[in-house]
């Protein structure tokens, strides 16, 4: 029951939701504080740096448990069993988005860590702003993600079963 109501498609576009509409006034503050008032401060590098690093985080977290979804809802009690392909197909889409947000999430930190290594390790003076920019960047592909997962998820369609001999059914009259 748990999984049903936690994963199924609309509750899923509800979490997208949820995460796209911080994700959103996140990446209009970095930019703010990269490129626009901020400019000027030192300081609003360090800022920008926590924002993409949080929401990257919160990318990663949702995209593993969008990835795993079968396994997870096997822990909560599973899902209706009553259309088999059609959670299959679901599964799928979730598992190759799940993927690309959390590839995503991971870059996008790994570019913040590039700025925090002190610079005789990985020497970004001067460049931290291009360098969080890049982060930025793949977070709005992490928000790109969860909108073509979303699209996918409100305008899904059971896949047309396949008759014993592997044909498409025929249209007939209506």
Do not use: K
Not at 137 to 156: D, E, K, N, P
């Amino acid at each position: 029951m748990l999984a049903r109501s936690l994963l199924n498609r609309w509750s899923i576009f509800a979490f997208n939701v949820l995460i796209a509409l911080p994700l959103t006034l996140a990446l209009v503050e970095v930019a703010i504080l990269l490129w626009g008032t901020g400019f000027q401060h030192h300081a609003t590098i360090h800022e920008a740096g926590h924002l993409i690093e949080g929401m990257g985080v919160i990318l990663i977290g949702w995209g593993v448990v969008l990835e795993e979804r079968p396994g997870v809802s096997h822990l909560l009690g599973g899902l209706p069993t009553e259309d088999p392909d059609r959670e299959a197909a679901i599964d799928a889409l979730c598992h190759h988005c799940g993927l690309a947000l959390l590839v995503l999430g991971l870059v996008a930190e790994i570019l913040v860590q590039c700025v925090e290594v002190p610079d005789h390790i990985i020497n970004t003076d001067r460049i931290e702003r291009v360098v969080l920019t890049g982060g930025a960047v793949f977070l709005a592909l992490g928000l790109a993600t969860l909108a073509r997962l979303s699209a996918g998820l409100a305008a899904f369609r059971a896949p047309i079963p396949l008759d014993p001999e592997g044909s498409l059914p025929e249209a007939g009259p209506r």
